[in-house]
């Protein structure tokens, strides 16, 4: 395989901390840890010369063989791959197959047990994946025991046509059989999700791989940034992308790379909508497990000259001279409130991270005619990271200061309203008659947002996009106020939706002046 790629080096700066490395013992094959902490250094000239391999794959839990305090003298010594789990085997023997060397696998190449380790390698993810010579991608894995290179029964509903049996002879005289089918060109959208697109710290590790070998449940995929192949089917040799309407063959596994001619906002959206339907095994893994991501985004911004800011888990730009989309970054919704759980201690709850359930993006763009003459503003903002080593992992809190309107919920008692639970992928606009919609991100929320509008909770309505004519406007969040502190938490959004043939003139009328009398204040969530 390195022959057929032609002449490459790996910058020595994105050479992992440590390697597997694939040696032969007593005609055994042997993965050895090299590198950082161990008797053998990693040869970074050879690896830069030859490239490595990374492996992607589904933990399924807690995995029996793992780097640890107590076993990296063992692994430094290496041991047969017929110790590793099955998923791990089968990419150590095929990455030998396929001619590297070096292989990089979390479990092995990580130490599990120690946090300082785990804090200086996870941001690293995004070289290591981003430079690696391929990402063998275990697909229809769901767990570290299961394997992917397996047999796999022939179903004929994968076919069009056949199979039908041939009789043939070969140049030679020998009679024989082949079979002969046309393969369904189904982008393998009626089949379920491969195990891999479900969980969390699988997507980033498929957005910053530049190349993919893809062992999915019905056969082998290939996909990088500019091309896509199969085993056969409609693509059995690499045809460019920009010829195609999709990413990859396989849902959900796919490079970063269509998602780059897009505003960066829209990318981490796309992002953020992705990574919130997967699964964590771990509920604290929920920033870190896509923080190498969102690292490699304020470099891609200042190739366009934007300034980012990243805020546990939201993407603020700064450099915003239209002072508008910071706010819509704020405007996150929950598709399914019934189903979302407010996460206590793991972020403010101003941002997506303090929730686990599906998101939704604020989908209206920046109004044609809009002009930055409100007064409002983001005035100050910080995050209280678990580590200072890791600025786009973990955070323990933080806050916002913005300077708003605010305006008391049980006010909007006299004006048609409904209490939304769900939201559409497809619609932004709410299937109602009432004017103004509020959509709390957890039961508990929407229990709060009721007490408040009859006036026995201190509920308010902080105004962030404001009255536009002919647009889902005023829009913004729905906030508690903590009595201990004064401090603001976030409960929802509420909007005033977007005029339609029922709207009478006296609901535009409230409507547009609904915040008028509301004062400016000094607003510090939390």
């Excluded at 339907?277 to 991501?293: I, W």
Aim: charged share 20%; glycine share 6%.
């Amino acid at each position: 395989m390195t022959d057929q790629l032609g002449p490459e080096l790996i910058d020595s700066n994105s050479i992992p901390s440590r390697l597997l490395q694939l040696v032969i013992k007593d005609s055994t094959l042997h993965v050895k840890l090299v590198g950082r902490d161990l008797p053998s250094a990693i040869q970074k000239e050879m690896v830069s010369r030859q490239g490595f391999a990374i492996l992607s794959y589904c933990w399924g839990g807690q995995q029996p063989v793992q780097l640890t305090r107590n076993t990296i003298n063992r692994f430094g010594d290496g041991i047969p791959i017929s110790q590793l789990p099955k998923t791990l085997r089968d990419a150590t023997w095929l990455t030998n197959k396929i001619g590297l060397g070096y292989l990089w696998i979390d479990a092995l190449c990580i130490v599990q047990d120690d946090i300082e380790d785990k804090i200086c390698e996870i941001p690293r993810m995004e070289l290591y994946y981003g430079h690696s010579t391929v990402t063998i991608c275990a697909a229809s894995a769901a767990k570290y025991s299961e394997g992917f290179l397996l047999s796999r029964e022939e179903n004929a509903a994968d076919y069009r046509i056949g199979p039908i049996q041939l009789r043939v002879k070969t140049s030679t005289g020998a009679c024989g059989y082949v079979q002969a089918v046309e393969e369904a060109d189904n982008f393998n959208l009626k089949r379920p999700q491969e195990p891999i697109a479900l969980r969390g710290w699988t997507l980033q590790e498929s957005l910053l791989a530049r190349r993919i070998l893809i062992f999915s449940s019905r056969q082998l995929y290939f996909t990088c940034t500019v091309a896509n192949a199969s085993c056969g089917g409609p693509e059995p040799t690499l045809k460019p992308r920009v010829m195609t309407s999709y990413e990859s063959r396989v849902v959900g596994v796919h490079t970063l790379s269509g998602l780059r001619i897009y505003p960066i906002r829209e990318i981490w959206d796309t992002i953020v909508t992705q990574y919130t339907r997967r699964y964590l095994g771990v509920s604290t893994d929920k920033l870190p497990a896509v923080s190498a991501l969102a690292l490699s985004l304020p470099r891609m911004a200042e190739e366009r000259n934007q300034k980012l800011v990243y805020l546990a888990g939201l993407m603020i730009d700064v450099s915003d001279a239209e002072n508008y989309y910071w706010r819509t970054e704020l405007l996150w919704m929950v598709t399914r409130m019934e189903s979302t759980l407010r996460v206590s201690g793991r972020g403010p709850s101003w941002s997506w991270c303090s929730v686990d359930g599906p998101l939704l993006p604020w989908g209206w763009p920046q109004p044609s005619k809009w002009r930055n003459t409100d007064n409002t503003q983001l005035c100050e903002y910080k995050v209280d990271l678990e580590s200072e080593l890791a600025p786009f992992g973990a955070v323990k809190g933080g806050y916002l200061k913005v300077r708003a309107r605010l305006r008391s919920l049980d006010s909007v008692s006299r004006l048609s309203y409904m209490i939304s639970t769900q939201r559409d992928y497809k619609c932004q606009r709410i299937d109602t008659n009432a004017i103004l919609v509020l959509s709390p991100d957890t039961k508990e929320g929407a229990q709060l947002v009721s007490e408040g509008i009859q006036g026995r909770e201190r509920v308010s309505l902080l105004e962030l996009i404001p009255y536009y004519e002919d647009r889902t406007s005023p829009a913004g969040i729905v906030v508690s106020q903590v009595s201990s502190t004064g401090h603001y938490v976030r409960l929802g959004i509420f909007e005033f939706q977007k005029p339609d043939k029922m709207t009478t003139v006296a609901e535009i009328d409230a409507t547009r002046t609904f915040f008028d009398d509301s004062s400016w204040q000094y607003v510090h969530l939390i």
